[in-house]
């Protein structure tokens, strides 16, 4: 008989993607992130987006005051969203390498924030097999440098080689490091583009199949991210199954934290994160047991 420790409960946090508009107007700012997400949306966890800290990376001032602030409202940070880097699977070994070193600076600032990951991409330019390989390596360089810091080191799906969950899942076994995992996103499956949306006004040629991509993923997930486009009257996302996409987390026993990042336009990003939000607690409640 399962105790209730063991039954997955619904952890929400929000995505600093789902404001990233509001953010580049201006209208938000970065630093606020903790109290928005907390006052605006009730939501207690949080998931950076490196480009918005770009000038902060390596001052460690900076980020004592993000935890301050964080700690003060009672916000949790998760993990940082790490974004244009270098690429951690280019075939040419230097600027692997660099691609690597590159990514410590956010592991540095991602344990002082008190985060359990950052989440890196699977980009390069080669064959699939090439790409393949040097993300082992890279992952393993990168493994051990965060595994020193207590940080997991998350891959997404972001398009191309990464939208493809058999090949993540091939990559993580190999590399073999518990720090090492996934960070699936119900979003992004587009093999045939770089960054990989699957939003219909995206027109993606070719896309892997979202359940089954999440599912590939999601034995070796320290995250989730409920990607959100458009809803129907009812509250339903027009083109992921929630209910199908939930009950996979579920069934996988994942108890951690499932990120809202809305990403449509058709609603404004705060009513965008409230419906994610709205729709991920009405399902949940319904999921078989």
């Given at each position: 008989m399962?105790?209730?420790?063991q039954?997955?409960t619904?952890?929400?946090?929000?995505?600093?993607?789902?404001?990233?508009?509001?953010?580049?107007?201006?209208?938000?700012?970065?630093?606020?992130?903790?109290?928005?997400a907390?006052?605006?949306f009730?939501i207690n966890?949080?998931?950076?987006?490196?480009?918005?800290?770009k000038?902060?990376?390596?001052d460690?001032a900076?980020?004592?005051?993000?935890?301050a602030k964080?700690?003060?409202?009672?916000?949790k940070?998760?993990?940082?969203?790490?974004?244009?880097?270098g690429?951690?699977?280019?075939?040419?070994?230097?600027?692997r390498?660099?691609?690597?070193?590159n990514?410590?600076?956010?592991v540095?600032?991602?344990?002082?924030l008190?985060?359990?990951?950052i989440?890196?991409?699977a980009?390069?330019?080669?064959?699939?097999?090439?790409v393949?390989?040097?993300?082992?390596?890279?992952?393993?360089?990168l493994?051990?440098?965060?595994?020193?810091?207590n940080?997991?080191?998350?891959?997404?799906?972001?398009?191309?080689?990464?939208?493809?969950?058999?090949?993540?899942?091939?990559?993580?076994?190999?590399?073999?490091l518990p720090?090492?995992g996934?960070?699936?996103?119900?979003?992004?499956?587009c093999?045939?583009?770089?960054?990989?949306?699957?939003e219909?006004?995206?027109?993606?040629k070719e896309?892997?199949?979202?359940?089954?991509?999440?599912?590939?993923?999601?034995?070796?997930?320290?995250?989730?991210?409920?990607?959100?486009?458009?809803?129907?009257e009812?509250?339903?996302?027009k083109?992921?199954?929630?209910?199908?996409m939930?009950?996979?987390?579920?069934?996988?026993?994942?108890?951690?934290?499932?990120g809202?990042e809305?990403?449509?336009?058709?609603?404004?990003?705060?009513?965008?994160?409230k419906?994610?939000?709205?729709l991920?607690?009405?399902t949940?409640?319904?999921?078989?047991p």
């Open positions: 399962e105790t209730p420790a039954t997955p619904l952890n929400i946090s929000l995505a600093q993607w789902s404001i990233h508009r509001a953010i580049e107007n201006g209208a938000w700012h970065p630093e606020d992130f903790a109290a928005i907390k006052n605006d009730g966890a949080i998931e950076y987006v490196n480009s918005f800290y000038d902060h990376a390596t460690t900076y980020w004592k005051m993000m935890k964080a700690d003060s409202l009672g916000v940070s998760l993990l940082i969203m790490v974004d244009n880097e690429d951690l699977g280019n075939p040419k070994e230097e600027e390498s660099i691609a690597v070193t990514h410590h600076k956010w540095d600032a991602a344990k002082i008190g985060c359990h990951s989440r890196v991409n980009f390069g330019d080669g064959t699939k097999e090439e393949k390989a040097a993300m082992i390596t890279s992952l393993q360089e493994g051990a440098y965060a595994g020193s810091k940080i997991n080191v998350l891959i997404e799906n972001h398009g191309l080689f990464s939208a493809d969950g058999k090949w993540v899942a091939e990559v993580i076994t190999k590399v073999n720090n090492v996934t960070l699936p996103d119900f979003g992004n499956w093999t045939a583009a770089k960054w990989g949306s699957t219909p006004s995206k027109d993606c896309a892997y199949d979202r359940y089954q991509g999440v599912g590939d993923m999601l034995p070796f997930a320290k995250g989730v991210s409920a990607k959100s486009y458009q809803f129907d009812q509250g339903n996302e083109i992921i199954d929630y209910t199908r939930l009950q996979l987390v579920k069934d996988a026993g994942f108890n951690g934290y499932i809202v809305y990403e449509g336009d058709q609603l404004s990003e705060s009513e965008g994160i419906a994610t939000k709205n991920l607690e009405k949940w409640q319904n999921l078989k």
